[in-house]
């Protein structure tokens, strides 16, 4: 199942390929985020053998085998865990977590939190598909009030949490959104994500086509799905629409969808991807289709220093401060007496 | 700084002593426990502690519940536990001598603060009445001291508020058991300079203290004799004392720097093992990374992580903790990484009794898991072994492929005993070949004792994909074929076996065989080991097996059972480990069980042997 490859240079998508077949179902968006990050992982220099792929339970975390790099197919929940562990080993090693929204945001909710406010340097992909679909379709925490599933016949009684307001609560210091069906966005996405330091979390909303099909029509339908998102760009005003004739601006503090017709361009939200305070990247997170347009592209991209930095820093430090380690040193702190 | 002053009175000599200090949470108990602990050790005694404090942070002050006791046991020869009842009692109101008087041997020496049997004081306690004044006392050697008033007198000068000027009063209680036992105050001093030397008022109160108790015992006419132990015969080299955890933090970064490798310690806090992160996260110059993590899972998850990258990888928790990090246990069973679980086990079931010992985590530790999952098991015996059993847990794991799971408990955890600094050249190197050859790699193929290669992350032509699903054999691809998932079941368990060629023969302490064995595993070493040498000098058929390993055991331990008419399982649960012998060596094991948050005494363990050999003495 290894390939012999030495040269990192000049790798090229097929060059990520496992030889293990691709189990996903015939129209499953996984397909496409598979193939994206092949070609992107190629284009940006990556090495099978720098790479890593961490995953936890469920159909997105099959990922990992179908990737020629080392991977780590893991426990439900817990692989941002698991590739922090990774992370703080060995620094070096670009590692990546592909979760789904009942690993990440259910089972795993606790560690995505934390591995977020660490600013862990690892690329999340959280896949949307807003069902569990390896159990065979049961509603997940993404899943909208009211939906109807094996487990929720009568309806979820559940309210939904959204991934990227949640990443953006815990100090998220990149967060995106793609969707699986608009590939060239996608790969635009993906290779932010690979130029960004800390945590790098990428939503995307991915089509389950047996358990929850058309859960992003709105977003996908080719006639009418540039009136229902927007792409934001860093600097530019939130216009969207098929004639781009509808914008965003705040009014009485808060987000409306305005007529470009009636409103001037210049009274719409500017995007500021790196503004330091996280609340208008939280209000764009809270826009949801059909009041609003649904934001796609990067949310939030700002600098801090990364949890594995600091933590090599200080070892640093301290070898500085108490001199080149040495055990014996460690052996005999403390009251000490010598026995003839 | 002031010497030691010379005494007049005459001196008794005594082989072994015990002692305790008990007072409030607040009164700096623990402190001066560990003060006398170190002095006594620095004259060459054998020492051994045992601290006993409540899972509060500060109960009520003066309640029974709020009392917190550190007992000393030093000798002249080796000691194995901290001894079963004290000598001499120190307490320092009347809570702490309603919970610790049952400790105090008869005759014993019971010294008092009488300053603070008061009215309210006495109710605090639960008291009706004033037990200095009823002669209910009279069993003992009772000296009532003023320690409050004294303690305020002696550091009048310093200028210290009446309030820090009465904290004081544990280093005068301190002098006063430095006179009785002959101890130098030199130590004392000078750890009390280094530690307050920035608050000169303090370091000099505390100093007059220390010493004005000391005063006060030499000049008191009802003390008449004061008593000396001399040092012990102990190996030659340098010493220091240690506590379990202390020692297991020591023993995990000695085991990454034999390795030659970064330490990764992932835990999340829990009492009684949060030491060992302290420790840890000290060692910043010897490439220790700790990684306090969200919770339990994470932490154990993390561990795993960092296993496959390539680190000495270690977590370590108590038994609530154990429970939740299982799951993650078995990832690392299946995916054949290399790591230690420490389990300093603490009274359960749920959260039990946080603070106190318990040895009923072995069922979780062997068979704690879903699916066919074996992980060997290893126990320390005492405080310093946590420092070789944790080098040893490292060992094996790298050496199998496996995760290793290291029982400690919260006595050996806070308990401490002299610890002989090993020389570097003492220890050996732990040998690490990760995979390399991208020509001859195959994830799950096997070397003789079954273990797989360790391929990390970063190594170029050896990327390749692991996880919890069932593998392939030697490929390691994922697969769902009945006789291979038999094969890797037989394969797994087969594996952890072989580890019993990698651990000495099981020895016995006394007679290969006869009329009685005694088996004993963990923490309970030391008081069944004093135990079975009393038996043994008082001419009793009886001998010792201490098991270091509890999976897999060693080979000729179903012979040694069956080589004894009676075979006893001391444990500090309802008969784990019994029920395990009885089961694998069909011998009619019994069990001495308590569950009492408290180690067993020396003599329930004689009782017990008394009881089976018709108490022929």
Known sequence: MNTATFDPVGLSAKDFKTDQQVKWCPGCGDHSILVQLQKVLASSGATQHDTVFVSGIGCSSRFPYYMNTYGFHGIHGRAPAIA??????????????????????????????????????????????????????????????????????????????????????????????????????????????????????????????????????????????????????????????????????VRNDALEVVDLAKVSPAELVVHDEKAENSSMAFRLAQMHYPEFPEPLGVFRAIEKPTYEELMMGQLEAGGQKEGAGRLEQLFMAGDTWKVD | MRTTPKSTKPVKELTQAAVRFAGDSGDG?????????????????????????????????????????????????????????????????????????????????????????????LRKALYDHNPLETGELDRFQVYKVPITQNTLEAVKDTGLSPRDAGRCKNFYALGLAYWLFDRPLEPTLRWINSKFGRVPAVARANSLALQAGYAYAEAAPELTVRFRVQPAKLRPGTYRSLTGNQAAALGLVTAAQLAGKPLFYGSYPITPASEILHDLASYKSLDVRVFQAEDEIAAMAAVVGAAFAGAIAATGTSGPGMALKQEAIGLAVMTELPCVIINVQRGGPSTGLPTKTEQADLWQAILGRNGECPVPVVAAQSPADCFWTAIEAVRIAIKYMTPVIMLSDGYLAMGSEAWRIPDLSELTPIEIRHATDPETFQPYARDQRGARPWA?????????????????????????????????????????????????????????????????????????????????????????????????????????????RQVLVCEMNLGQLQLLLRARYLVDAMGLHKVQGRPFTVAEIRDQINKLLGDKK
């Not at chain 1, 939906?147 to 979820?156: D, H, L, M, N, Q």
């Not at chain 1, 959104?177 to 945590?199: C, E, N, P, S």
């Not at chain 2, 079941?489 to 076996?497: E, S």
């Not at chain 2, 008081?527 to 098991?547: F, W, Y």
């Open chain 2, 29 to 121: 108990m623990q402190l001066v426990g560990g003060q006398f602990t170190s002095t006594s050790a620095v004259v060459g005694n054998d020492v051994a502690t045992f601290p006993d404090y409540p899972a509060e942070i500060r109960a009520p002050v003066g309640t029974p519940a709020g009392v917190s006791g550190f007992q000393i046991n030093f000798a002249s020869r080796h000691v194995y536990t901290p001894g079963d009842r004290v000598d001499a009692l120190v307490v320092m109101n009347p809570a702490a001598l309603k919970v610790n008087l049952g400790e105090l041997v008869e005759g014993g020496i019971l010294i008092v603060n009488s300053d603070e049997f008061t009215e309210p004081n």
């Open chain 2, 456 to 564: 990390i992350p970063g190594t170029p032509g050896l990327h390749h994909r692991i996880g919890g699903l069932e593998k392939e054999h030697i490929t390691g691809n994922v697969s769902y074929n009945p006789q291979n998932h038999q094969l890797m079941v037989t394969l797994r368990a087969r594996k952890v076996d072989n580890v019993a060629d990698d651990i000495p023969d099981q020895e016995v302490f006394g007679s290969p065989s006869g009329q009685l064995l005694l088996v004993s595993w963990g923490g309970t070493f030391g008081a069944v080991r004093t135990a079975v040498q009393q038996a043994r000098e008082a001419g009793q058929d009886v001998s010792h097996a201490h098991l270091r390993w509890l999976h897999p055991m060693p080979r000729n331990l179903g012979e040694i059972l069956r080589s004894f």
């Open chain 1, 84 to 249: 922090t562990g990774i992370k703080c080993a060995n620094p070096k090693l670009d590692v990546w977590v592909v979760t789904g929204d009942g690993d990440a945001l259910s089972i795993g909710g606790n560690h995505f939190l934390h591995t977020v406010r660490r600013n862990v340097g690892l690329k999340i992909i959280l896949f949307n598909n807003r069902i569990y679909g390896l159990t065979k379709g049961q509603y997940s925490p993404t899943s909208e009030f009211g939906t109807r599933t094996k487990s929720s016949p009568y309806g979820a009684i559940d309210h939904p949490i959204h991934p990227i307001s949640v990443a953006i609560g815990a100090e998220i210091t990149f967060a995106a959104r793609a969707i699986d069906t608009d590939v060239h966005h996608l790969q635009y996405v993906l290779q932010r994500m690979i130029q960004h330091k800390g945590t790098a979390f990428l939503e995307v909303y991915q089509n389950c086509q047996v358990y929850n099909p058309n859960a992003y029509a709105f977003a996908t339908d080719r006639e009418t799905r540039l009136d229902h998102v927007v792409y934001l760009e860093h600097g530019k005003p939130l216009i969207f629409g098929i004639r781009k004739d509808k914008g965003i601006r």
